[in-house]
């Protein structure tokens, strides 16, 4: 089992930037791809961004290119999404997610099902 916590969410005017983090606990996270979803209300949950097993691969969605990046720690179990020049339409509970890497299975970043574990989200509200 792998636990995952997210934080660092919260209020910021269009323009700034948050540092969203996302901690994980049990297994051994560095077996782990991790990645970035979102979802606001009354839309489907998207895929934001994503960082492989060892920090040496990173995928990021058009709508977030040249504005979010993806990286992890993996001696502190965490990884994190630092976003910049935070738009209105970025508003939305951001999630983080785990898919197993030990089985060598082929990745695809923006595949949910991919996923084996996910956090219940931090909210991000940007303003104008």
């Known amino acids: 089992q792998l636990m995952l916590e997210e934080s660092g969410g919260g209020l910021v005017q269009a323009g700034g930037s948050l540092r969203l983090s996302c901690a994980a606990y049990?297994?051994?996270?560095?077996?782990?791809?991790m990645g970035w979803f979102r979802q606001a209300p009354g839309k489907e949950r998207e895929f934001v961004g994503a960082?492989?097993?060892?920090?040496?691969?990173?995928a990021t969605a058009d709508s977030a290119k040249g504005r979010f990046t993806v990286s992890r720690d993996n001696a502190k179990n965490t990884v994190y999404l630092q976003m910049n020049s935070l738009k209105f339409e970025d508003t939305a509970v951001y999630l983080c997610?785990?898919?197993?890497?030990?089985?060598?299975?082929?990745?695809?970043?923006?595949?949910?099902?991919?996923?084996?574990?996910w956090g219940q989200g931090t909210q991000v509200t940007v303003f104008s």
């Open positions: 049990g297994r051994t996270f560095s077996m782990f791809h």
């Open positions: 960082i492989n097993w060892s920090g040496g691969d990173s």
């Open positions: 997610a785990a898919a197993w890497a030990g089985d060598g299975t082929s990745w695809y970043p923006q595949n949910e099902m991919q996923y084996d574990y």
